[in-house]
């Protein structure tokens, strides 16, 4: 992040759940910004009873590759993988982004063998030498449910069998749309983080038909081209903030490159 960044006050809408917002909530405040805290997306117990779950990872010395999608797969995960003993000393072990690496590295003492290069995603970790050749090797991939089967279909297709394990879900909070109105009424909301489409499309629904007048015309920040097509797909058609990877430094340095532009035109 630039250290210069300075959001004068910007009301800045922060969508991430609510246990992974406070590290951009800080940063928007060191550079003068307000954020205003709404999660669009709620994190509970996976679906599939947990003795399913125990099941599972009790197979996974037959694994090769364990890759944990998100920081939310990381802790759920290992915690999990914790209780039924210990993670396979054969076993490697990748994430996708930043902040999954950085958690892993705290809970086990161990850096990722594969991590996602810039600019962090699944079609980054696919680049990674070590996801090439896969013949005949098991890979488990840690999610919450549903999400991109890019990943997989992309390891398949290089020779590895491949096998999910769900260890939470991601459900859309409840709020009644007049809680956005009113925050939009108070200056609370200038710009708005989007992190993923899920919570795009929950963003859409919470908001309801009253709120669109305004939601449709308000700048978007998002970490990838891919949630760009799919906020126009949903009909927002204000300027689309896209950011040059999916970490909190960077929507802090898009927003306020934003901020610099609106200030000099």
């Known amino acids: 992040m630039s250290s210069t960044a300075d ?3 910007l009301g800045v809408m922060v969508t991430r ?6 590290p951009l909530c800080k940063l928007i405040e060191g550079a003068g910004g307000r954020p205003y805290r709404f999660p669009l997306l709620e994190i509970q117990p996976p679906e ?13 010395t037959e694994f090769d590759i364990a890759i944990f999608i998100s920081p939310n797969a990381v802790e759920r995960g290992i915690k999990l993988i914790q209780e039924r003993g210990n993670l396979p000393k054969q076993l490697q072990l990748a994430t996708v982004g930043q902040g999954s690496a950085r958690l892993m590295t705290r809970l086990l003492g161990r850096k990722p063998d594969f991590c996602a290069p810039p600019p962090f995603n699944s079609e980054a970790l696919l680049t990674n030498t070590g996801m090439q050749n896969l013949s005949e090797r098991n890979i488990i991939i840690f999610r919450g449910n549903g999400g991109r089967e890019v990943l997989a279909e992309t390891l398949r297709s290089r020779g590895a069998k491949v096998e999910y394990c769900e260890v939470y879900r991601r459900i859309c909070p409840k709020f009644a749309p007049a809680t956005l ?12 983080t989007i992190t993923s489409g899920e919570g795009l ?8 038909s009253v709120n669109q007048h305004w939601l449709f015309q308000t700048p978007l920040v998002l970490i990838n081209r891919r949630l760009a097509t799919l906020a126009r797909e949903l009909g927002f058609k204000q300027q689309l903030l896209i950011t040059n990877e999916a970490s909190d430094s960077a ?15």
């Open 17 to 22: 759940p609510a246990h992974q917002a406070e």
């Open 7 to 9: 959001l004068r006050g």
């Open 181 to 192: 109105t009113q925050a939009w009424e108070h200056g609370k909301i200038s710009v708005i």
């Open 48 to 60: 599939a009873p947990l003795h399913e779950i125990q099941s599972q990872l009790d197979q996974l």
């Open 251 to 265: 929507m802090i340095d898009a927003i306020n490159t934003w901020v610099t532009q609106q200030t000099t035109s």
């Open 201 to 208: 499309r929950n963003l859409v629904h919470l908001a309801g």
